[in-house]
């Protein structure tokens, strides 16, 4: 896909991975929309960037069938989710464990299904971000993995119904397979993780390999958008020492 002129849609774009994200589509001529709550991260990414801004809160379905509706975007980048409560599942109350289902699931739920209805145009793409956590489990932070999990699911069955109604639409998982320092998810695991080690956060990042950047994130999800190559796979690990990895290939 050439990414030059294209509408793309981030939730979650105005910080963290997302915001390397924006950064990478705005590198290769792409027309973003960053939709995210914060007014002040909303007006400073819209003046540094000059992207067009949505405030809305992500887990409501009437903002999702809004902004689809408007901007019709040829690509929508799932990226935002909350920070997870850390602690080890004895010490989690259900509200800091079940926080992950609230937001990042009910996001996904909500932003799919108006993706489906809407419907996006044929030839759209869908990218849904999970995580390492997805495959490996993530023991400090409450229900994190499992919601993770969850939306790589939702994203196959997103799929499905596409091919079942003749949609067009591609929906494709991506996830992150190391911790990214400084983001804010990454930076708190990394805290906890290590604390538990008895190790500095710098040596647990460093377990992962060669670190990444927000920005080089970025870089990684805008060639997986714009190569051919990874048109068509299911779901993608995306990781500092290896690059793009397929995952689970086309569907049948």
């Known amino acids: 896909m050439d990414l030059k002129h294209q509408t793309v849609v981030v939730t979650g774009g105005s910080r963290g991975l997302g915001l390397g994200v924006v950064e990478a589509l705005v590198e290769r001529a792409a027309q973003v929309v960053v939709v995210a709550r914060n007014p002040a991260d909303l007006a400073a990414v819209r003046r540094r960037l000059d992207v067009a801004t949505v405030a809305a809160d992500i887990v409501d379905p009437l903002a999702a069938a809004r902004v689809l509706a408007e901007r019709r975007p040829a690509v ?5 989710g909350t920070t997870p409560g850390l602690g080890p599942l004895h010490q989690q109350t259900w509200e800091s464990f079940a926080a992950p289902w609230e937001t990042d699931v009910k996001a996904g739920f909500h932003w799919l299904q108006a993706a489906l209805k809407t419907p ?3 030839g759209s793409r869908v990218l849904v971000t ?8 993530s023991p400090l932070s409450g229900g ?10 939702m994203a196959n069955y997103a799929h499905g119904v596409s091919l079942q109604q003749n949609l067009g ?4 998982t991506i996830a992150l397979m190391q911790m990214v320092g ?7 695991g990394a805290e906890a993780y290590s604390a538990k080690l008895g190790i500095s956060p710098e040596q647990f990042l460093g377990r992962f390999g060669t670190q990444l950047t927000p920005r080089e994130y ?5 060639t997986l958008l714009s190569d051919q190559r990874y048109e068509v796979a299911r779901a993608f690990a995306l990781k500092g020492d290896t690059g793009i990895t397929i995952l689970e290939g086309a569907a049948a």
């Open 120 to 122: 996006l145009s044929p």
């Open 130 to 137: 999970s995580s390492g956590a997805a495959v490996a489990g």
């Open 76 to 80: 929508l980048i799932l990226n935002a």
């Open 182 to 188: 400084g983001t804010g998810v990454g930076q708190p």
């Open 169 to 172: 639409i591609c929906v494709q």
């Open 218 to 222: 970025g870089e990684l999800v805008a």
């Open 144 to 153: 994190y993995a499992g919601a993770k999990r969850m939306l790589w699911l």
